[in-house]
């Protein structure tokens, strides 16, 4: 007889190298016999508690550069059991609840990787216990996981009791659906109201005529984004009485680097220098984007709170300027040295550069900013390799990593042995 099975899982999903936990478990109670054609079975037993199912989805990454890929797999662990007259188990799997296109005889292990799901697709998930007979038991109550997954920014608005209009940008994998729906009267979606992959909602806000504040919150992508408003308080009620300050926005270029800054409001959209004027107490979201061959550094001044490369949020409390920066591509140039006759050759990873003696080859590239390069040196047959120059920036003959914060030359000396 197969008791009732215990079955859990855990899910990690993993995007250029970010990662997402959550955590599920599911009862799956089992018929107390297992059914097989024509026969029923008092005696084979399946452990009482058997965790089930440790999910692991990822998406395969480009090694140079980002991607959204077009896969990802499923790894099953699962308790051994210790009834000898278990022979394997099988999982099944399909598209749709309860139908399975598929499925796999993993033999008599404890781990099994299925690959070749389609991102973004729903899968679910059911398995079965055999004896050494082939009898089979009963499929198990099923598991089903999307891969998608949903990013919005911002999260909040807030607006005056005059209302008005907002943006929201979200974020995912470029064959996953998503909606957006208000739920409330006072709010609607302009534009995004559906979608597939990364996109933009429009959305207004009407004028709220009350005295009491109101908030709603509603779904875009299986994200909640919550909008704030005002109400009409007897303080606030003359228009003029509420204050405005100035929002300036300045670009910063190192090394000829360039990029455009907005608002979510639409109200700044700058690529040189720009201003609006916003009520007291408001918030402002800025997002930075960079021009081609360029990188967004981050925000100034460091009193703004805005840390990283991501939308900074600015409270209105008094007139702000910011600062948004930009640095364009760096140059690396390769020279390669040549004492007593010393040949070699020098590499780049990123792979870009194969600079060999008499700079002949790959001896120059652009990198990102901040990118970090390491140089590999080799040595022709009948020489060596002495170091690199300048000599503080790489100590020794070994490997070579820098930093393109700036542009960089760098030397890579061959010798020929000296005799005695």
Known sequence: ?????????????????????????????????????????????????????????????????????????????????????????????????????????????????????????????????????????????????????????????????QGGTGTVRISTQKSCNWTATSGVPWITINSGNKGTGSGEVSYSVTTNSKNSSRSASFTIGHSIFTVNQAGHTQISKDASSIKEYMVKVTIKQKNKGSGVVKSYDRKIDCGDVCFSNYKQKSTVTLYATPGSGSTFIGWAPATLGCEGTGPCMVSVDKIKKIQAIFAGDYELKLVTVSKNGGAGRVTSSPWALDCKSGNDGKCDGTYRYNRDVTLTSYASPGSIFVGWRPEKLCPGTGKCTIAMDRKRIIKAVFSKPIKD
């Open 1 to 161: 007889m197969y008791h009732g099975i215990h079955l859990a899982f855990e899910v990690m999903i993993v995007y250029n190298h970010i990662k997402f936990w959550s955590f599920k478990e599911i009862d799956i109670d089992m018929q107390n016999r297992l059914i097989y054609k024509n026969v029923k079975s008092n005696y084979h037993r399946v452990k009482k508690s058997m965790p089930l199912f440790v999910l692991i989805f990822f998406c395969a990454i480009s090694l140079i550069l980002p991607s959204e890929g077009d896969c990802a797999q499923a790894t099953f662990t699962w308790d051994k059991n210790t009834e000898t007259y278990v022979a394997g188990y099988k999982i099944y799997y399909g598209n749709s609840s309860g139908l399975y296109n598929w499925s796999i005889d993993v033999g008599n292990v404890t781990k099994y990787t299925i690959t070749g799901l389609a991102e973004g697709s729903t899968y679910y998930f059911a398995a079965t216990a055999y004896d050494t007979s082939k009898k089979e038991s009963k499929h198990s109550s099923e598991v089903s996981f999307n891969s998608c997954t949903y990013t919005i920014s911002p999260t909040t608005a807030k607006f005056d009791p």
